[in-house]
C-alpha cells in the first residue's frame, strides 16, 4: 500500500457545512468544525461516487454509541446489504453486555454481539481483530482501503481487518451482494445514537479512462 505516500488527500468534509453530502442531512449537523451524527440521524451520502480509494477520519463515540462507515452504497440504498458497512461501534458498551450467574455462582460476563458485529467489522463479511479502540470519549483515528476486492481497515495504527473479498463467503451466512460492488457512495450510517467525526479525508486510486494517441498521421 506504499501508494498512499503518492497521492493526494482531499477534504471530503470542509468543516463548514454539509456540501457535497446528501440523504439525511437533518440528522447530522456541525459544531465547532465536527460532523455530528445527531441522536435519531440515519444515512448520509457523498454526493460522489468512489471506486478505489482510501479513507481517513477521526471519530468520537459515546457510550454504546453506533454508526458505520458504507463503502460503493448506491444513493439511499442500505449500507450493509447493497454496499458494504464497516462497523463504528462501542461494542464494550453496556447496550452490548449483561452479567450471567453461572451454576457455580460465579458471575459471568456475556456479549451477545456476534464476531461481524465488533467494532471495525465489515459486516456480516469479515469479523476485525479487537483491542485497538480507544475509551469512550476519546478520538480514535481510522482509514479504510478499497483496492479492487481488497479491503483493509487500520484502526489507531493497527490493522484490524485486511481481506480479499473474491475469496471469502461472508460469515453470517446471508447473502451480500453489495459485496460485489466495484463502485458507489460512502455513506455515514446512523443508528440513532450521537457519533462525531472530524478529519474526513480521501484518496482517490480510480483508474483515468485511456485516451487514444492521435496524430497527423492517423486523424
Not at 437533518?26 to 451524527?37: F, M, P, Q
Amino acid at each position: 500500500m506504499g501508494i498512499l505516500t503518492h497521492a493526494e488527500w482531499k477534504d471530503l468534509f470542509n468543516g463548514k457545512d454539509l456540501s457535497g453530502w446528501a440523504g439525511d442531512t437533518n440528522g447530522y449537523t456541525v459544531e465547532n468544525g465536527i460532523l455530528v451524527c445527531k441522536k435519531g440521524g440515519k444515512n448520509l451520502y457523498t454526493a460522489s461516487e468512489y471506486s478505489d480509494f482510501a479513507l481517513q477520519f477521526d471519530f468520537k463515540l459515546e457510550e454504546s454509541g453506533n454508526n458505520g462507515i458504507g463503502i460503493r452504497v448506491p444513493m439511499n440504498g442500505h449500507p450493509s446489504r447493497d454496499g458494504m458497512e464497516i462497523q463504528i461501534l462501542d461494542h464494550d458498551g453496556k447496550a452490548y453486555h449483561g452479567d450471567a450467574v453461572m451454576a457455580d455462582g460465579k458471575t459471568q460476563r456475556l456479549s451477545w454481539l456476534k464476531p461481524w458485529q465488533y467494532h471495525g467489522s465489515v459486516y456480516g463479511i469479515v469479523p476485525a481483530k479487537i483491542g485497538y479502540l480507544k475509551p469512550v470519549g476519546e478520538w480514535n483515528t481510522q482509514t479504510i482501503i478499497v483496492i479492487e476486492d481488497h479491503v483493509q481497515v487500520i484502526l489507531n495504527g493497527a490493522v484490524i481487518v485486511d481481506a480479499f473479498l473474491d475469496n471469502l463467503t461472508p460469515v453470517d451466512g446471508s447473502p451480500h451482494p453489495g459485496m460485489k460492488n466495484r463502485k458507489g457512495h460512502i455513506a455515514l450510517a446512523g443508528h440513532d445514537d450521537r457519533v462525531e467525526f472530524r478529519n474526513l479525508k480521501l484518496v482517490d486510486y480510480a483508474t483515468s479512462p485511456t485516451k487514444p494517441a492521435i496524430s497527423s498521421v492517423n486523424e
